[in-house]
């Protein structure tokens, strides 16, 4: 992995933990989408965003969801993560 796609990895790992856990909200999701503009911007694709985006939610939940927040959480994870994809959305209309 490059060491532009690890720094990425880093901010989109932050970014999602602001938003699930700090209730950072709008400027979270406007963070996803900068995030998204940057990855498609170093050349990468939805599947290796969907890919960070996995590794992230699995490094901020490792722990710290409660049972009855899970829905919750996933939901606005989910947010998070078709924020983060509008860049490549927009790339492909």
């Known amino acids: 992995m490059s060491d532009a796609v690890q720094e990425l990895r880093g901010h989109y790992q932050?970014?999602?933990?602001?938003?699930?856990?700090?209730?950072?909200?709008?400027?979270?999701?406007?963070?996803?989408?900068e995030l998204g503009r940057r990855a498609l911007?170093?050349?990468?694709?939805?599947?290796?965003?969907?890919?960070?985006?996995?590794?992230?939610?699995?490094?901020?939940?490792?722990?710290?969801?409660?049972?009855q927040d899970g829905?919750?959480?996933?939901?606005a994870a989910e947010n998070f993560l078709m924020e983060s994809l509008s860049a490549f959305e927009m790339t492909h209309r």
């Open 41 to 67: 911007a170093e050349g990468l694709g939805a599947l290796e965003m969907a890919a960070l985006y996995h590794q992230a939610l699995v490094s901020v939940l490792a722990g710290v969801l409660v049972p």
């Open 14 to 33: 932050s970014a999602l933990q602001d938003y699930l856990l700090s209730g950072a909200g709008e400027a979270a999701l406007q963070r996803a989408y």
């Open 71 to 75: 829905a919750r959480t996933v939901r």
